[in-house]
């Protein structure tokens, strides 16, 4: 692997870079990159802040009220609700418990807003991937109108060929 990683790459691991998940040599590259980007470190404390934030709500749960088995459940759906995995019934329980749960219902807004984070962050590897394909689809239309202007030009140069060869034919029939 190179161990020059670009803006890209280092906001595809940002995540995994923020909650220690990367092998050395990954890390280290990710870090050598931050050092001298600034719009990829910003990202990367906005994304540190809002784990630290979680880590803390979750040792404030331990003696909350609302911390209840209820909760438990919730919690452990949550991922699958915010992905639309679960059936209705589950999906209003989940629903239900966020409404009545203030607990709950910071943990869903968590859940949104860093989910909304990363969705923008791969949201520009996503534009330049489809304006690559379009630039494909737009080279493979200009190749297919080329092909079918090409025989048409040499069906009717063949054409203009044998019109010339008949009509010098009939000239030399008739005058010769
Ligand atoms: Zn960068």
Redesign the pocket.
């Known amino acids: 692997m190179q161990n020059s990683l670009s803006?890209e790459q280092?906001t595809a691991l940002l995540s995994f870079y923020a909650e220690d998940k990367l092998s050395s040599k990954l890390a280290q590259y990710v870090k050598q990159?931050l050092e001298k980007?600034p719009?990829?470190m910003e990202k990367f404390m906005i994304m540190k802040n809002m784990l630290t934030k979680l880590t803390e709500l979750h040792d404030e749960e331990l003696e909350n009220p609302y911390a209840t088995k209820q909760y438990e459940d919730f919690k452990s759906n949550l991922s699958a609700y915010v992905d639309n995995e679960l059936n209705n019934s589950d999906s209003i329980k989940i629903k239900k418990i966020a409404i009545s749960n203030p607990l709950a219902r910071q943990d869903l807004e968590n859940i949104y807003t860093f989910k909304k984070l990363l969705y923008s962050s791969f949201e520009k590897t996503k534009n330049d991937m489809k304006n690559d394909y379009s630039r494909i689809v737009i080279n493979q239309l200009q190749l297919d109108e080329e092909k079918s202007l090409d025989p048409f030009f040499k069906l009717s140069a063949a054409f203009v060929l044998m019109l010339t060869l008949i009509v010098a034919g009939i000239i030399k029939f008739l005058y010769f």
Do not use: L, Y
């Open positions: 803006c280092v990159h980007c719009s990829c």
